[in-house]
């Protein structure tokens, strides 16, 4: 998940590709199942919080989906990301 574009950053497609390794792997929020933008982060190796406006574009582009997480460990929610082919969207509409 190495790929980078000009600037040195991660490209779209290994953004996406980490969030869908991810949830293959199980690295996910409780509730809407989601990957956190920090579990993302690591995996293309750039700090989470430079990647949120990443993120941010890709469900604009309709390229990922933001969905409702909560932190495994301290249950705390915050959002978190899937690719629509994983998003459960009857879920998601309730």
């Known amino acids: ?12 497609d290994a953004i996406i590709a980490a ?21 993302v982060a690591d995996l293309v190796g750039v700090d989470q919080h430079a990647l949120k406006g990443r993120l941010r574009d890709l469900v604009d582009e309709d390229r990922l ?3 409702r997480g909560a932190d495994p ?16 969207f009857t879920a998601l509409s309730e």
Do not use: I
């Not at 190495?2 to 600037?7: K, P, Y």
């Open 1 to 12: 998940m190495g790929e980078t574009n000009e600037w040195g950053g991660p490209t779209d």
């Open 19 to 39: 969030v869908r390794h991810a949830t293959s792997t199980g690295q996910t929020d409780l509730l809407e199942g989601g990957v956190p933008p920090v579990v």
């Open 65 to 67: 989906v933001r969905v």
């Open 73 to 88: 460990e301290s249950y705390r929610a915050r959002w978190s990301y899937l690719h629509p082919e994983d998003a459960d």
